[in-house]
């Protein structure tokens, strides 16, 4: 029975990622969609494992006896689920030291560790407190206004705690690297984070400038897709900076606050820890 709800979790959780999410659709139906079919496959295959684990390879459930290949299978994701968590959280750890040995100006009111390269980059390095890293390159590129809205997208990425929630995200997209869609997933969660900041920084700044200045960033640009970095020039092939710019054009375009009911779907993840007291 145990090895029958992994079987079916893994089926649920192939069919998910098997979703295709319509572009047409309004930017919150994209990132509650996305946020849907990236988190549900890898969390109900950890509650599953879970349970497994809890409910042990003796016994029986519902009149089924309970083996050791299935108690084996969930300890065995659980430790490469343990693997994936300490390896990121050390590889981010090390960035964050790094980060630390530059050193530290005030960029038009705003401290920054300035980077020692001629590349126009701009970041927000690290997890629940973030520290802004700019490029001697950017600084260079860009005059004082443009250089503000680019620093106000990195002040919506340390609103939103960017850095903090995407090491979790990143974190399931190595564990289930395995899945269909998962890359085009991440991706299209990327392009997201990068819409909300770019709409949360136009209500402080020029909308124009901030298509501008994106517009000289991503021409040269370093690009890092790392779990713990909100890279204002992150995930900018043509198609999608054009989909950034136009996005900020559109005055019509809402950032909606997210609702209980768009997390209902949390609920159902408790389904397999549910089935441990039928085991005996």
């Known amino acids: 029975?145990?090895?029958?709800?992994?079987?079916?979790?893994?089926?649920?959780?192939?069919?998910?990622?098997?979703?295709?999410?319509?572009?047409?659709?309004?930017?919150?139906?994209?990132?509650?969609?996305?946020?849907?079919?990236f988190l549900f496959p890898p969390l109900l295959l950890l509650t599953t494992a879970i349970s497994v684990i809890f409910m042990g390879f003796r016994g029986e459930m519902l009149g089924m006896q309970a083996s050791w290949l299935s108690y084996l299978v969930s300890v065995t994701f659980i430790l490469i689920a343990v693997f994936w968590l300490l390896k990121l959280a050390y590889q981010g750890y090390q960035s964050c030291q790094k980060v630390r040995t530059y050193q530290r100006r005030s960029i038009l009111g705003k401290i920054a560790r300035i980077l020692e390269t001629d590349f126009p980059y701009s970041a927000q390095v690290g997890f629940w407190q973030s520290e802004l890293?700019?490029?001697?390159?950017?600084?260079?590129?860009?005059?004082?206004?443009?250089?503000?809205?680019?620093?106000?997208?990195?002040?919506?990425?340390?609103?939103?705690r960017d850095t903090f929630w995407f090491f979790w995200l990143g974190w399931l997209r190595n564990l289930t690297s395995w899945l269909p869609n998962t890359e085009a997933l991440w991706q299209e969660l990327l392009l997201l984070r990068e819409l909300r900041a770019d709409r949360k920084a136009a209500e402080q700044t020029d909308s124009i400038l901030l298509a501008e200045s994106l517009l000289k960033v991503a021409q040269n640009s370093l690009q890092n897709n790392s779990v713990f970095c909100a890279n204002f020039s992150c995930t900018v092939p043509k198609n999608r900076l054009e989909e950034r710019i136009d996005f900020l054009l559109d005055d019509t375009t809402l950032i909606s606050d997210t609702s209980w009911w768009n997390w209902s779907w949390t609920i159902l993840l408790f389904l397999p820890l549910l089935t441990i007291p039928f085991h005996g």
């Not at 079916?8 to 969609?33: C, D, E, F, V, Y």
């Not at 206004?145 to 939103?160: D, G, I, S």
């Open 1 to 37: 029975m145990h090895l029958l709800m992994i079987v079916i979790s893994l089926a649920i959780a192939w069919l998910l990622r098997l979703t295709r999410i319509p572009t047409q659709q309004t930017w919150i139906g994209r990132w509650h969609q996305g946020l849907f079919c």
């Open 133 to 160: 890293v700019v490029s001697q390159g950017l600084l260079k590129s860009l005059d004082s206004e443009h250089l503000n809205a680019v620093l106000a997208h990195e002040q919506a990425h340390v609103y939103y």
